[in-house]
């Protein structure tokens, strides 16, 4: 029978395929929203070490009414070795915050939030930018 041994090839070859482990500074940097209309720069807080902030620093919409240049979009206080949790991330559209979670891999960032439990979130997925060539203006 010649499907066992194929199956386990396949599995073995799976498991050595080198694999990246996350790391808490995956997340930093600046990322292109998934609708391109505004890009965000994740770092350490400025007035809390250890905690990630993401700021955004360039919108397309910039100087007009819905302009969110600026604007905090997430405080992530812990990374526990997959992901930062234990904070909250804002929706600029609509001015609400909700519990959050950042996970970082690559070129690829999704930023989940939620009301209550993980699973019941929508999840936001950027993937990795240039700084812009005009951020928004100092405030």
Not at 37 to 57: M, P, R, T
Request: proline residues 4%; glycine residues 8%; hydrophobic residues 40%.
């Amino acid at each position: 029978m010649r499907y066992p041994l194929t199956l386990a090839a396949c599995l073995a070859a799976c498991v050595a395929l080198p694999t990246h482990a996350a790391n808490a500074r995956d997340a930093h940097g600046t990322w292109l929203s998934a609708d391109q209309g505004a890009i965000v720069e994740f770092k350490e807080c400025a007035d809390a070490a250890g905690v990630l902030c993401g700021q955004i620093v360039w919108d397309k919409d910039a100087g007009t009414a819905a302009d969110a240049c600026g604007v905090r979009i997430a405080r992530l206080k812990r990374w526990d070795g997959e992901a930062w949790r234990e904070g909250w991330v804002h929706d600029p559209r609509s001015k609400k915050n909700y519990k959050g979670v950042l996970r970082a891999q690559g070129d690829k960032l999704s930023l989940r939030a939620f009301v209550g439990v993980e699973v019941l979130g929508e999840t936001e997925e950027m993937t990795r930018a240039a700084a812009p060539a005009q951020p928004c203006p100092q405030r």
